[in-house]
């Protein structure tokens, strides 16, 4: 177990919908970056959230965004879903210090969403 | 561009051998971090190693270990006498500072997917 929690685990929608993903940090960390993992694509990076600042953004759609609230909690919000949007999505923390780049980045165990 | 290659698609090997999965790496970084993760089929990414470039001792890890190579930017991975839990999608990541301003993405390799039979 990571430390890393991640809601909801599965979630079935229909094309044109709006989902909200949510992911806890581990204790302490202050850093939260979103991946995606797809049959096609692989895993890509999102995003990252630096104790409530948007700090990089990877290939992430006009139709996704995120935020990081005060209690560092992150929510990834999907819109306008299309059936290429089905993939396994990741949240993953890390401390969030200075030197980031050597932080490890823990995951947690992932919201796979299926667009119908 | 930053990059990382694990040409093995899928291994395939009865329990008990041993199986080096390969990762090589392109980067213009002169400081980079690389890691590998275990996908088990629950799903879930498992962090194994973190090794940083200044780094080039190898690592053990009861029957894991690591050759970290910079002069082939290689950093394969081995496990020795593999067992049926060890089945999982393994993948090599390289840590990029996006603009030298301590921003940080994981930039993963495709994944070698090994299935160790009894």
């Known amino acids: 177990d990571s430390g890393v929690t991640q809601t909801p685990k599965h979630l079935i929608t229909a094309t044109g919908q709006r989902v909200t993903l949510r992911c806890s940090p581990r204790?302490?960390?202050?850093?939260v970056y979103w991946y995606q993992q797809s049959l096609d694509q692989g895993l890509q990076f999102l995003i990252h959230y630096y104790n409530g600042e948007e700090r990089a953004k990877g290939n992430i759609l006009e139709r996704f965004s995120a935020q990081q609230f005060p209690d560092l909690h992150s929510e990834l919000n999907l819109s306008s879903l299309e059936l290429g949007d089905s993939a396994l999505y990741f949240c993953?923390?890390?401390?969030?210090?200075?030197?980031?780049?050597?932080?490890?980045?823990?995951f947690g165990p992932g919201t796979r969403l299926l667009v119908l | 561009a930053q990059k990382v290659t694990q040409a093995q698609t899928e291994i395939s090997v009865v329990e008990k051998e041993d199986v080096t999965l390969d990762c090589v790496y392109e980067t213009r970084d002169t400081t980079y971090y690389l890691f590998w993760y275990k996908q088990p089929p629950s799903g879930e990414l498992v962090f194994l190693i973190r090794?940083?470039?200044?780094?080039?001792q190898n690592e053990i890890s009861g029957r894991y270990s690591w050759n970290f190579q910079k002069s082939t930017s290689s950093f394969n991975f081995t496990i020795t006498a593999s067992q049926v839990v060890d089945s999982a999608v393994y993948f090599c990541a390289l840590s990029e500072d996006l603009s030298g301003g301590g921003y940080n993405k994981l930039i993963f390799g495709a994944g070698t997917r090994l299935a160790v039979h009894p």
């Open positions: 993953a923390s890390s401390v969030g210090a200075l030197a980031v780049r050597k932080e490890t980045q823990y």
């Open positions: 090794r940083n470039s200044f780094d080039e």
């Open positions: 204790s302490g960390d202050l850093s």
